[in-house]
């Protein structure tokens, strides 16, 4: 069993940063491909990053690319999400998910998720 917490959310300024951090607990972290999805009030949860076992691959949804960036600890069972430039677009419930043969891409794929923590992001 793997379990995953987030942490870092919080209230943000449009232009600012956050540092989002999903903490992972349970044996073999280190291969499971990990993944950020968002969930926006009133909207469906979509993909937003995602970075293989090993960190040598990810991939963004359209919307975040070039100002978020998905990386991984595997020494701390972390996995960080550093968001910048934020628009009011970007707040949502974020949450950390964990594939064990994926790519982490796909919210229906995911074997293990956390429960979110919440970015609202002013204008």
């Known amino acids: 069993q793997v379990q995953l917490v987030e942490s870092g959310g919080g209230l943000v300024q449009a232009g600012g940063s956050l540092r989002l951090s999903c903490a992972a607990s349970g044996r073999m972290f280190s291969n499971y491909a990990m993944g950020w999805f968002r969930q926006a009030p009133g909207k469906v949860r979509e993909f937003v990053a995602a970075i293989s076992w090993n960190g040598g691959n990810t991939n963004y949804a359209d919307s975040v690319k070039g100002r978020f960036t998905v990386s991984r600890d595997n020494a701390k069972n972390t996995m960080y999400l550093q968001m910048n430039s934020l628009n009011p677009e970007d707040t949502a419930v974020y949450y950390c998910?964990?594939?064990?043969?994926?790519?982490?891409?796909?919210?229906?794929?995911?074997?293990?998720w956390g429960k979110g923590t919440l970015v609202t992001v002013s204008s």
């Open positions: 998910a964990a594939d064990r043969y994926g790519l982490a891409t796909d919210e229906y794929g995911m074997d293990y």
